[in-house]
Nanobody, 123 residues
Framework: QVQLDESGGGLVQAGGSLRLSCTPH????????MAWFRQAPGKEREFVAY????????YYADSVKGRFTISRNDAENTVYLQMNSLQPEDTAAYYC????????????????WGQGTQVTVSS
């Protein structure tokens, strides 16, 4: 079992920004294709963004396009999620996940998950 560590969550006012980070707890595990999901209270976990191992292919949920950017630093073995223009509806626990196979939008396509980092956006 591989543990992924997320950080960077917090409380921010609407319109503000946060940057989330995800790195394997075991530094010998190399991150390749990765994604961010989020889950708000009482709602299902939903796809946010995906980045392929080469870093040149990314996908985003329509709700975050133009505001969020997923990126990676292979030297640091870390994947980031830059979140700008945050809105109260972005409030959720954010999870990074290691892609395994099939559709990048499905939870079942990911094998390892982090514990989540909370993002709260006040109005």
């Amino acid at each position: 079992q591989v543990q992924l560590d997320e950080s960077g969550g917090g409380l921010v006012q609407a319109g503000g920004s946060l940057r989330l980070s995800c790195t394997p707890h075991d530094r010998t595990f190399r991150v390749y294709a990765m994604a961010w999901f989020r889950q708000a209270p009482g709602k299902e976990r939903e796809f946010v963004a995906y980045i392929r191992s080469n870093g040149h292919v990314t996908y985003y949920a329509d709700s975050v396009k133009g505001r969020f950017t997923i990126s990676r630093n292979d030297a640091e073995n870390t994947v980031y999620l830059q979140m700008n223009s945050l809105q109260p509806e972005d409030t959720a626990a954010y999870y990074c996940a290691n892609y395994r196979s099939d559709s990048v939008y499905r939870i079942s396509s990911y094998d390892y998950w982090g514990q989540g980092t909370q993002v709260t956006v006040s109005s």
